[in-house]
């Protein structure tokens, strides 16, 4: 069979073509049958034939079973059509009528005109001629046709003419011509699509069942209850009739429609047809969608039916004694029926009547009664005996909340979807009903994940704190590996130096022995001592005369000189902060004692700067006696104000107070309010107890329980002078001091305290200081190093010195080479022709052509970029800070070893290593950056600029500045060439689509035929639907099997075939 571009399943009861029979096809202008017509090309090969007519079925959207067909037929009769076909498309008469344009553009002209003129009798004959044009092309036209329509939003041209008619015009046959076109556009399969993803399409056709034409009314009906039958049109049509309510002001949905149904207009055929369309618009909002497997949604919408009263209605309607009607009928009342009896099952009933509200409620009652739910059903009954009512009915609206509440309950599914349009905002009754469970259960749950997620904290910071030990130990081991081999490289080379050096004064010796020897004077040289670890060489012979010693043999390691013997006890200087001195003990031996009250308890300290007695003579304080102020002074109520020990502020002298005082334990704080509080936060956030800061300082933290901010942080908590002072009065009350002074007392029974925190910050952070300072040594070297060997940066300069000298003449001509700074001044010359080419653009494309090489000099200066953003002197200023803070290490750790310790301090061989490995690295470190200020020099000189007045960071920055200069003006001409690319290519494109579209205006033609005439899906819905023959396999059966949601009472499922279109 030939190639398709599409498949769709099709409806069962859709055919077109019966029997075995190929259809007669003819022309729409004629009516002389196909198979009379004479062609002259003769038939092509087969495959070309198939090929060619497969394009031509393709164009006439044709259903599955009719493409069948076409393909079927024999070969003449598809040569014959396709020449038809042909013949159309070549006629030169083919009127503009056949373009989609020409319909929207009159169509839009009528609406606009309908507005401001009354149109006569024949006016509207001729706008309906019109109408029914564009009703008759999206029928017959091909489908490019259809799709050019719906490119030029044809189908909000039809909308907007519905929403803008007059009322002459709603009520005459251009209204139905209009809604005709629409269900032709929806008898395609991609106008159909387009019609239904169209936000306000279904809306606005259903405001046409407020017109009085019969005719209207039908094809609206036809088409919402056909679009109930279409995948995901069911919600779309009942949104539509909420939407209707609004507009049409109706009291309940399908009001207008069932007011409808009931009236009688004396013209039997128009009512029997219009009470036809609508009953199978009812049956199929029911029975569709939602309501096809669920009879929860059948149940809740056929009673907002029968409330509006279509069973009398429906007993009335018998009366018109029409088989199509009758058979509408009959299914409305099967079904009904049928639900009804599967909700009597479901219940145990044999029969419910729901008309009768006693026997609803007897059997709600009889059903909750002696379960959980009983009560809640009588409290819902309480509560509806206070609900507001008046027999006007102006409080209606809270029963229409807790109707709407019920429904929602019953109606909505799991997901907390809605299959109808008109539920509660915010309303998902899944959620509501997981927040009514047990409480207890919740708690119960709460709690234990609560616990759980404590415990995986705890374990989370344990693992953390093992493996930054981990990690540490593991790069101090890698640091201590490297810096032994690079130790043992820097070995073998001296010691092979040492070699050669001794070989040399062998021979030297030698030499001068044969010399002695030549010249008589018998005097011998002794030969250099053997290396450390050889055999010592036999004794030299002694001197003859006054000849020097030869001289001492050379070391082989290279240490470095001893630290200074350690100073005075006293606490060495270290990081240029001083250890505080122990404090004070008061002598006697030259101070008078005065006779001071003693207070009862500690009090808090008054900081002040105290004279020495042999200041006090012959001065005010010589006059002034203390002494008879504390005969005057309350004593007892300034101890209570300014009590050292912390409590809450209490009404002086009452009972409460008194009684906290003896019950409540007294807190001692003499630290700054504000430092002690900082200091508690610290505390907090490390979460360690003051034993164990205590173990980890002593320990140098081998367990990696310090990060480096916090050691920052407890540096700034040292514990000062006077700190250490007030605290040392009271060192017999240490259980009653607050947090944070007994923390900083027992800090401060450390020995050197401060010197061992910033060693250990020292430690910690002297490799990421290290890996900072590196890089930035090796981008000064690197870059020096890459703009002298940079061949393409050599050939650029010769050409800018070639067009510098060309273009300037006189005293700024005929130069022989120019300031680097230069470079970033070539983009400040603009031309004269275009103002947007600079003189840096013409170089680069003066380089594309003749020097391609130099357009990636940017490989060639890698390194220059980050070189320009090292700031020399504050380079040299960390690699000093380095330096001093290594010196200062040397100096604690001479004084650590000079005195006592315990076992559990480790200051000693945990720095003794670390200084080993630190000097080596840092040593390193130093020779690179006197290797890089080398190199750097002699680079400047290289360029003839002046050492003293370029710093690194401005020379290199004036190339990376050059660079991104250069890498701007390539991109800049990138985007010239482009742009201008891109209008040649659209001033071609204009030209091919000019001459296209003249092309297309000389060809086209007509391309309506008896084949394009065929019958399309959504009609044979509509007319399945129309004649009931939708419902007849149910008939039939007399009853219908269909999959209940939510039953577990029925074991068998009940099915119905609805027919569906899919697209």
Known sequence: MAPRKRSRHVLGFLCCFRGSEHPEITFKDSSVPLQLLEFSLPIPPADELNARFAELVDELDLSDKNRDAMFALPAEKKWQIYCSKKKEQDDPNKQATSWPDYYIDRINSMAAMQTVFAFDEEEMEMRNTIV???????????????????????????????????????????????????????????????????????????????????????????????????????????????????????????????????????????????????????????????????????????????????????????????????????????????????????????????????????????????????????????????????????????????????????????????????????????????????????????????KFRKEHMELLARLERKERECETKTQERDDMMRTLNKMKDKLQKESVELRHARDQVMELSARLNDLAEANGLGLSFPLPPPPPGGPLPPPPPPLLG???????????????????????????????????????????????????????????????????????????????????????????????????????????????????????????????????QNCVILLSKLKLSNEEIKRAILQMDEQEDLPKDMLEQLLKFVPEKSDVDLLEEHRHETERMARADRFLYEMSRIDHYQQRLQALFFKKKFAERLAEAKPKIEGILQASKELCQSKRLKQLLEVVLAFGNYMNKGQRGNAFGFRVSSLNKIGDTKSSIDRSITLLHYLIMIFEKNYPEILNIHVDLLHVPDAAKVNLAELDKEINNLKNGLKALESELEYQRNRTRTSEDKFVPVMSDFITVASFSFSEMEDLLAEAKDKYSKMLKYFSEEEARMQPDEFFGLFDTFLQSFSEARHDLDNMRRKKEEEERRARMEAMLKEQREKERRLKKSRAGSVSEEVGEFDDLVSALRSGEVFDKDLSKLKRSRKRSGSQLLENSRERAVSKLNY
């Open 546 to 676: 006054d000849l020097p010693p030869p001289p001492p043999p050379l070391l082989l390691y290279d240490f470095p000189p001893p630290p200074p013997p350690p100073p005075p006890p006293g606490a060495p200087p270290f990081f240029n902060c001083p250890m505080p001195p122990p404090p004070c003990l008061l002598t006697t031996g030259s101070m008078r004692r005065k006779a001071i009250p003693q207070p009862s308890h500690p009090l808090k300290s008054f900081n002040w700067h105290k004279l020495a007695e042999n200041r006090i003579g012959g001065t005010l304080w010589s006059e002034i006696d203390d002494l008879r102020a504390f005969t005057v002074l309350d004593l007892e109520d300034f101890e209570k104000m300014f009590s050292a020990y912390q409590r809450q502020q209490k009404e002086l002298g009452s009972n409460e107070d008194l009684y906290l005082t003896i019950r409540k334990v007294k807190e001692l704080s003499v630290i700054d309010g504000r430092r002690a």
């Open 132 to 450: 029914e044009g564009l009703k008759t092309a999206l029928r017959t036209q091909p489908m490019r046709f259809v799709t050019r329509f719906i490119e030029l939003d044809g189908l909000t041209c039809l909308l907007n003419f519905l929403r803008s008619m007059a009322y002459d015009t709603s009520e005459s046959r251009i209204h139905t011509s209009v809604i005709g076109c629409i269900k032709a556009l929806m008898n395609n399969s991609q106008g159909r699509a387009h019609v239904l993803a169209h936000p306000e399409s279904i809306n606005v056709i259903s405001h046409s069942l407020r017109t009085e034409n019969v005719k209207t009314k039908i094809a609206v009906l036809e088409i919402l209850g056909a679009v109930c039958l279409v995948p995901g049109g069911h919600k779309k049509v009942l949104q539509a009739m909420l939407h209707y309510q609004v507009y049409a002001s109706e009291r309940t949905r399908f009001q207008t429609l069932l007011n409808e149904l009931d009236k009688s207009t004396g013209r039997y055929r128009d009512e029997v047809h219009l009470k036809t369309a609508i009953m199978s618009f009812i049956n199929a909002v029911l029975n569709a969608g939602a309501g096809e497997d669920n009879l929860e949604f059948r149940l809740h919408l056929r009673y907002e039916f029968l409330m509006l009263g279509i069973q009398p209605v429906i007993d009335k309607l018998r009366s018109h004694e029409n088989a199509t009607l009758d058979r509408h009928l009959d299914f409305f009342e099967m079904v009904r029926n049928e639900d009804e009896n599967e909700l009597a099952k479901r219940l145990d009933m044999v029969h419910i009547d729901t008309r009768s509200t006693s026997q609803m409620f007897d059997l709600i009652r009889k059903k909750l009664s002696h379960t959980d739910a009983y009560p809640h059903l009588v409290s819902v009954l309480q509560h509806c005996l206070q609900m507001p009512w008046k027999r006007n009915g102006t409080n209606s609206q809270h029963w229409q909340l807790l109707d709407r509440i019920l429904q929602q309950i019953v109606l909505q599914d799991e997901k907390g979807d809605d299959p109808d349009v008109a539920p509660l905002e915010n309303f998902n009754v899944r959620n509501i009903i997981r927040m009514l469970v047990n409480e207890n259960e919740v708690k119960l749950w709460k709690d234990q994940a609560e």
